[in-house]
């Protein structure tokens, strides 16, 4: 893909109010199973730091 082509994906994500822009996917719905994933790897999450970054 070129340059050209991701500024233009970007730019009309941009327009439709995505947030993430994936200029080479043609199926919506692999994104929106990407973020799921990601929330159900981090929603349980603390909102504190971990411990590992404490001193």
């Known amino acids: ?5 991701v500024v233009t994906a970007s730019l009309r994500g941009l ?8 200029p ?5 719905s692999l994104l929106g199973a990407a973020f799921e994933a990601g929330l159900a790897a981090f929603n349980g999450q603390s909102p504190n730091l971990a411990s590992r970054y404490r001193t």
């Open 1 to 5: 893909m070129t340059a050209d082509d």
């Open 15 to 22: 327009e439709l109010g995505e947030v993430v822009t994936a």
């Open 24 to 28: 080479g996917v043609e199926d919506t």
